[in-house]
């Protein structure tokens, strides 16, 4: 990488992650299920038999990736299409997502 | 095996808080002339570049560790905190498993603002990223710690 690309992609990542990370759980889209009763891993989401299924690991897995792609993909980009990206969207869009997720789980601090 | 890896877990998170802590104050209130030679001053006079490595390979580690022993968790203690209808704390650990996943991907940012210290343009965002992250953790930490005692607190 150039650069000025280790920038671009840092940030995309860091964005690209957070909001794919908050999709990936409220659509599911869990790369891979892992059953822990009966400790068995699946490909994509499938939801279990016998005991919890555990989608966490995909969630990482599916925004982990396609954050990757995508931040790869921008850092080749010309410099202009990307040069409005600011670097305090690698901190603010995280901070966003996490109050994201306090609105998503308030009905356990609510009852 | 699982006690010796959810203490390791812990010691680890421990060394982690420590290190993101410091660096932290040093981001946010580096060391004045006044305060020199104080506990205080000293605190916030850390070299925060030199603790950018070792907070990005204890959170790998940390949170490595604690997806090992997660199942564990998942089969025999959350089944039980829904049983007695402990939602806080249970709630409070689902934030913590996204706000801990959310903390990984932005490891590379933190990496590399911390890297180009340098440039003072990325002062706000190095010192911003650093206080999320120390959030993540001082909330990791303490969730857990409260979860790993809970019968204590008689909740």
């Not at chain 2, 006079?45 to 950018?52: D, G, L, R």
């Not at chain 2, 959310?102 to 180009?116: D, E, K, S, T, V």
Request: charged residues 10%; glycine residues 6%; aromatic residues 16%.
């Amino acid at each position: 990488m150039t650069g000025r690309s280790v920038p671009m992609f840092v940030i995309t990542f860091a964005v690209a992650y957070a909001v794919l990370y908050v999709v990936s759980v409220e659509y599911n889209l869990a790369l891979f299920t892992y059953h822990p009763a009966t400790e068995e891993f699946h490909f994509l989401v499938k939801p279990a038999s016998d005991g919890p299924a555990m989608y966490w690991y995909g969630w990482m897995a599916t925004s982990g990736l396609s954050a990757f792609a995508i931040a790869t993909l921008v850092s080749w980009l010309p410099k202009g299409p990307t040069n409005r990206l600011w670097s305090n969207c690698s901190w603010s869009v995280p901070l966003a997502v996490m109050v994201v997720f306090v609105y998503i789980l308030r009905r356990y601090f609510i009852r | 095996m699982m006690v010796f890896l959810l203490i390791l877990h812990s010691l680890l998170a421990v060394a982690l808080l420590g290190a993101i802590t410091h660096q932290a104050i040093s981001a946010w209130a580096p060391a004045s002339r006044a305060s020199a030679g104080t506990f205080i001053g000293r605190m916030r006079a850390v070299p925060a570049t030199s603790y950018v490595n070792a907070v990005i390979v204890l959170y790998a580690l940390t949170a490595l560790l604690g997806a090992i022993i997660y199942p564990t968790y998942r089969l025999n203690v959350r089944i039980v905190l829904e049983q007695m209808q402990l939602h806080v704390p249970n709630g409070a650990f689902e934030l913590k498993e996204h706000f801990v996943a959310l903390g990984l991907g932005m490891l590379p940012a933190y990496w590399y603002f911390w890297r180009a210290a340098h440039a003072a343009d990325y002062a706000r965002t190095r010192a911003l990223l650093t206080a999320l992250l120390a959030f993540i953790v001082w909330w990791g930490f303490l969730v857990g710690h409260i979860l790993n005692n809970i019968r204590g607190f008689d909740l």
